[in-house]
């Protein structure tokens, strides 16, 4: 027997996995369409935070267009959870992409919240940022 998240898991990651690829591409189509429209929505980004699907989607406009050239985009989840309608995801973005023109390899923390909507998850919460390194003061 499956089990709700691995349902979830199984519908969302692969969406997911290839719509950051295709962004650090600079194509943000893909991210867009798992997006939900319906407030509230929130972004809090490694560089940028917005809510409100009115200023998001020209964000992520903004996102695609600093990435390029993409040789490698990993999401690798720690933790997941799916219960009626809502799930979520924690991981990390493991990510080799010209930033601004620049090669770089990065990882960035994420968590993600969903919610179904007419049947389908979509995206209605993001929060990344730069994982401590062992020198962190905390």
């Known amino acids: 027997m499956t089990s709700e998240t691995?349902?979830?898991l199984a519908e969302m990651l692969p969406k997911q996995r290839a719509a950051e690829q295709a962004l650090h591409n600079?194509?943000?189509?893909?991210?867009?369409a798992l997006w939900s429209r319906n407030d509230p929505l929130t972004v809090y980004g490694a560089r940028l935070s917005v809510s409100?699907?009115?200023d998001i989607e020209?964000?992520?406009?903004t996102?695609?267009?600093?990435f390029s050239d993409s040789t490698e985009f990993e999401f690798e989840v720690i933790a997941a959870g799916a219960s009626g309608g809502l799930a979520y995801t924690v991981g990390?973005?493991?990510?080799?992409?010209?930033?601004?023109?620049?090669?770089?390899t990065y990882t960035l923390r994420v968590t993600h919240v969903?919610?179904?909507?007419?049947?389908?998850w979509r995206i209605v919460h993001r929060r990344a940022d730069t994982p401590p390194t062992e020198h962190s003061p905390i």
């Open 52 to 54: 409100g699907w009115a």
């Open 6 to 8: 691995e349902e979830f």
């Open 58 to 61: 020209p964000t992520f406009h």
């Open 92 to 104: 990390y973005e493991h990510n080799q992409v010209k930033l601004e023109g620049e090669p770089r």
């Open 26 to 32: 600079g194509k943000v189509a893909p991210r867009l």
């Open 114 to 120: 969903y919610r179904r909507e007419d049947g389908q």
């Open 63 to 66: 996102v695609a267009s600093w």
